[in-house]
């Protein structure tokens, strides 16, 4: 059974203070790897798409990478404003439908 | 322009009204989808269209009512809905993969708000 998981539930950081968003996931073949961001009450944004093992994206603070298993999203010297949740998806051979993480909701504080 | 646009934003229903939420794209995305948040959880799939055609009823109630009018457009027809109803409401769309191994990302709308009283 498919299945995505993401680590931890909550992060607390200063400003400034780098870290890593943790996407654990299982897919019997995976067609893409989604991460977005969310605030709250509002519908999520489209951050980043990964494909295959090795690959890697960035935008801004935000830099995603990819492994068989799992994927990181590093945050280098985060601001208040990259306050959020972040959810992974992915979707396998299966066709329309996204697995959906439960999110890491980030705080930063100034 | 990569923008779904979602009306009402907020929206208030008595058990026995009947009410419609409305999805419009216009980036020429021919999968449209339904999703339904709660607070602090990830979003959940209810339907998905594909060229207009439905593809995807997730075991939705029949108390919600999609229909795809044209390309662009996405209904959900409410109704008899009950308090556990209560949500956020987004609506998505995307490219659609056909003969390749690869998938496409889906643009969500802002959502709208329903409390049923």
């Known amino acids: 059974e498919d299945q995505v998981t993401q680590s931890p539930e909550a992060l607390r950081l200063q400003e400034g203070e780098s870290s890593s968003l943790n996407c654990s996931y299982t897919?019997?073949?995976?067609?893409?790897l989604f991460w977005y961001r969310q605030d709250p009450g509002k519908g999520p944004e489209f951050l980043f798409t990964?494909?295959?093992a090795g690959e890697e994206k960035e935008k801004e603070r935000l830099k995603a990478t990819l492994t068989k298993k799992e994927s990181f999203l590093h945050i280098t010297a985060p601001k208040p404003e990259d306050s959020a949740t972040y959810l992974c998806?992915?979707?396998?051979?299966?066709?329309?439908?996204?697995?959906f993480g439960a999110g890491t909701r980030l705080f930063v504080k100034a | 322009d990569t923008e779904v646009t979602q009306t009402p934003k907020h929206l208030v229903m008595g058990m026995t009204n009947k009410k419609s939420l409305k999805c419009e794209q216009h980036?020429?995305?021919?999968?449209m989808y339904w999703y339904k948040q709660k607070a602090k959880k990830p979003p959940e799939l209810m339907f998905v269209?594909?060229?207009?055609?439905?593809?995807i009823n997730e075991s939705v109630p029949s108390r919600f009512s999609p229909e795809c009018p044209n390309s662009s457009l996405l209904n959900l027809h409410l109704h008899a809905l009950q308090p556990e109803d209560s949500a956020l409401y987004l609506c998505?769309?995307?490219?659609?993969?056909?003969?390749?191994?690869?998938?496409?990302?889906?643009?969500f709308g802002p959502g709208t708000r329903l409390t049923v009283t």
């Open positions: 998505a769309s995307s490219q659609v993969v056909s003969g390749t191994s690869l998938s496409y990302e889906q643009y």
């Open positions: 897919v019997s073949g995976l067609r893409g």
């Open positions: 990964l494909y295959s």
């Open positions: 998806a992915v979707k396998d051979t299966g066709g329309f439908k996204t697995i």
């Open positions: 980036m020429g995305h021919r999968a």
């Open positions: 269209y594909s060229y207009e055609k439905l593809s």
